[in-house]
């Protein structure tokens, strides 16, 4: 499957060429006035083709300064605190800000960057001295440095609340739910210094057994080990990885774009349009998250297929069985982290009930340091990206890190 797609794009890579070679030709004022060569027409098709390439880079995370709450303005550095084959701990200095809570984003290792999050970092640096999981793309990750496993998830969460120091507060979004409420119950079990003073849980998987969607039905459709047969693959020569084990992150695009296949033809339509038209901010919106959307990173064959498992086929964690490297997860041992579980009315990926399920159990907690918000009118997305996330979600999130300090 991997070297069938890598000629794809060996094949389509002349065109490619071609096209950043030829639009500055057909952006030139003196063609487009030209009443034989319809360049802006030509123009916006070819932007429309470059911008349906998938890419395999990190884009960059553009947050060159942030607004505080009271109106001050940082500029923002990025700097790596701790570094694994696996994955960077970032963090976004605010130059000349004051101390601020400091907060560790765990981003989801599901087929796309962590630049995904841009919007909750930005929003978050607000108030906030952020870091987050910058997971590097597993198909550049050389076989020496083993393997990366659910387990290793956890433990890279561990390992960098432990970089940061005590008294962090831990937000995940979507995926990593799961393990960040694992490690948050491990570290509070060792008595650990770094386990975080308050966890966010946002439209994360911690009970699939609760009002099923589209993506829990697929994957409890087919045995784990169609999965394996199916849709794993080895990284190509040319890579890092070479020979490294994935769920290539290509297919896991070419999975979400078909539950709304609509939707995307309907964008890029559009964006043909909008360039026609000059409407280049309606265009450059589009652009911008299509660079995002259609830039991939492939998962690790172990992380992908023991999520499928224990997370949701087998539901390890709600009914009590999930191990980490041979020890039983236990949330009721969390006692002193302060717990905000969040959920999106309309998430047709992560339904309402899934996440609350957190609350059951962490069973020892007071019911004052449990909170559950449902953000009405808003699917996955919007929990965390977007004017209501912004504005209804986030100060809800900024007030539970707040009053655990």
Request: include cysteine; hydrophobic fraction near 40%; charged fraction near 20%.
């Amino acid at each position: 499957m991997y070297a069938t797609y890598q000629t794809h794009r060996d094949l389509m890579w002349p065109l490619h060429a071609a096209a950043s070679l030829g639009l500055p030709l057909l952006q030139d004022p003196a063609l487009a006035t030209q009443p034989w060569l319809p360049a802006k027409q030509l123009s916006a098709a070819w932007q429309v083709f470059q911008l349906a390439r998938i890419t395999h880079r990190r884009p960059p995370w553009r947050i060159a300064e942030v607004t505080g709450s009271g109106g001050e303005r940082w500029p923002v550095t990025e700097e790596v605190a701790a570094r694994t084959p696996f994955a960077n701990l970032l963090r976004f200095r605010r130059e000349g800000a004051p101390p601020a809570p400091r907060v560790l984003v765990v981003a989801p290792m599901s087929g796309h960057f962590a630049t995904l999050l841009r919007d909750t970092v930005r929003t978050l640096l607000q108030d906030h001295d952020v870091y987050i999981t910058d997971w590097h793309n597993v198909r550049d990750v050389p076989l020496a440095a083993g393997r990366f496993g659910l387990d290793e998830y956890t433990q890279h969460l561990m390992d960098f609340l432990a970089a940061i120091g005590p008294e962090a507060h831990l937000v995940a979004v979507c995926q990593p739910c799961v393990s960040a409420l694992a490690a948050t119950a491990l570290m509070a079990e060792d008595g650990h210094p770094a386990t975080p003073a308050s966890l966010t849980l946002m439209a994360g998987p911690i009970d699939c057994r609760i009002s099923p969607t589209e993506v829990n039905r697929l994957a409890t459709s087919k045995p784990i080990e169609w999965f394996r047969q199916n849709l794993i693959s080895h990284v190509t020569w040319r890579h890092k990885g070479a020979g490294r084990r994935v769920y290539p992150g290509f297919v896991q695009l070419s999975a979400f774009m078909s539950m709304n296949k609509e939707r995307h033809a309907n964008a890029f339509k559009d964006f043909y349009k909008h360039l026609v038209a000059d409407q280049l901010d309606k265009a450059e919106t589009t652009r911008q998250f299509y660079e995002e959307y259609l830039a991939v990173a492939d998962l690790s064959a172990d992380f992908y297929l023991e999520t499928v498992e224990r997370v949701f086929q087998t539901f390890d964690l709600p009914r009590g069985e999930l191990m980490f490297k041979g020890r039983k997860v236990n949330p009721a041992a969390i006692r002193r982290t302060a717990l905000l579980t969040i959920e999106g009315e309309r998430d047709d990926i992560c339904s309402v009930g899934q996440t609350l399920a957190a609350q059951d159990l962490a069973s020892s907690l007071k019911l004052y340091m449990r909170t559950h918000y449902i953000q009405p009118n808003v699917g996955h997305y919007g929990v965390f990206s977007g004017r209501r996330w912004q504005h209804q979600v986030y100060p809800l999130v900024r007030h539970v890190i707040q009053v655990s300090q």
